[in-house]
């Protein structure tokens, strides 16, 4: 249980990171287009 805490905290601190350096792209691509690509959805 300890190394999967890890393992998604460690995906929240990726995620976090794209999300500061995309913000722009991100709600660029969340206003024209509102369904999500296949990639993002897993």
Do not use: D, W
Request: net charge positive; charged share 20%; proline share 5%.
């Amino acid at each position: 249980m300890k190394k999967r805490g890890l393992l998604l905290s460690s995906i929240a601190s990726i995620a976090l990171f794209f999300a500061n350096m995309g913000a722009g792209t991100c709600s660029y691509v969340i206003y024209h287009q509102p369904k999500f690509p296949e990639k993002l959805r897993k």
